[in-house]
């Protein structure tokens, strides 16, 4: 089983090895809003692919990257919705 997928990289379809993910950290971002409000914020890694032959300035491969935004907030007491 082939592990090379077809990508869309900014228009230019382009080929990419699937390389597995082997360490996990998924931190949050936290934002305080001048409404009180708490956003938190992360980035789910799914799929992480090496695009074939395609390098940026510094000769570093590119990699595409699927994944998916988890976001949550925590309002103040005033601003939620009441029952």
Not at 24 to 50: A, C, N, P
Request: no cysteine.
């Amino acid at each position: 089983m082939s592990n090379k997928q077809r990508l869309n990289l900014g228009g230019e379809e382009v080929w990419g090895d699937l390389v597995p993910v082997q360490q996990v950290q998924e931190g949050w971002s936290q934002y305080l809003l001048t409404d009180g409000s708490i956003v938190k914020m992360k980035i789910v890694v799914t799929d992480v692919f090496r695009v074939d032959n395609k390098y940026d300035a510094e000769g570093n491969p590119i990699y595409y990257v699927k994944s998916t935004n988890v976001v949550s907030v925590n309002a103040p007491e005033e601003l939620k919705r009441k029952a």
